[in-house]
């Protein structure tokens, strides 16, 4: 089975060739992995005045999009894979609109070693955009539909610039796995772990040092 992943900065999408889909099959998965960030890709009008930003990105392309990957960083999406049952194996939320593609998407979740979790339709996927709770934290299937839960889509924009602000201070090589223990506290999933203190120290000074 065919599928397709779009994994550029938004900016960027608009951008993409006309005539790139016109020989994908139909029938097969287009996913985006897409975060909306002002800082990086300037204003969008369409999701500043609401728009969900993956529904955006569908009527962008013409297509419909499955949404999934966009809330763990790189580093853990390359190395902390596990086999089914693993204790600790970390969950991804996957939506869309079409139930076939969506399963096609989780199954691919489950062969690279993530559990997935159904969010959802396509309206729903702003549960997970950066700001909100299951954005990076790297949850269990157990802790993610509770993070989802928690999402607060009037606070979670303000959540994602502040934090972008601080990010884009950051020196190239700063450990991703701090910003995963961060994430966690923030999340109320390390509450008082020294490593979760830690890495929130570190990234502070970090964002200090850095000009």
């Known amino acids: 089975m065919d599928l397709l992943v779009i994994a550029i900065p938004m900016k960027g999408v608009p951008s993409l060739p006309e005539d790139l889909l016109v020989d994908f099959p139909s029938s097969s998965p287009v996913i985006d992995t897409g975060n909306y960030y002002p800082l990086r890709d300037g204003v969008i009008s369409e999701i500043q005045n609401g728009m969900i930003e993956s529904e955006w990105t569908s009527r962008v392309l013409g297509r419909p999009v499955i949404k999934a990957f966009n809330n763990i ?17 970390i969950a991804l939320p996957v939506s869309g609109d079409d ?15 993530f ?11 702003w549960r997970y955009q950066p700001g909100t ?15 989802l839960q928690r999402a607060r889509r009037n606070k979670a924009p303000g959540n994602r610039d502040r934090a972008a602000k601080i990010m884009a201070r950051l020196r190239p090589d700063f450990p991703p796995q701090e910003l995963v223990r961060v994430a966690r506290l923030s999340a109320g999933l390390d509450t008082l772990s020294p490593r979760s203190w830690a890495a929130l120290l570190h990234l502070g000074l970090a964002a200090l040092c850095t000009t």
Not at 115 to 125: E, N, T, Y
Not at 133 to 144: E, G, H, N, R, S
Request: one cysteine or more.
């Open 73 to 89: 960083v790189a580093d853990s999406l390359v190395r902390k894979g596990r086999p089914k049952g693993s204790q600790g194996r």
């Open 99 to 113: 139930d076939r593609s969506k399963q096609i998407v989780m199954a691919l979740l489950d062969e690279i070693g």
């Open 115 to 125: 559990d997935a979790v159904d969010a959802g339709p396509l309206s729903k996927s």
């Open 133 to 147: 709770p299951a954005c990076c934290p790297d949850p269990t299937i157990q802790q993610l539909p509770t993070l």
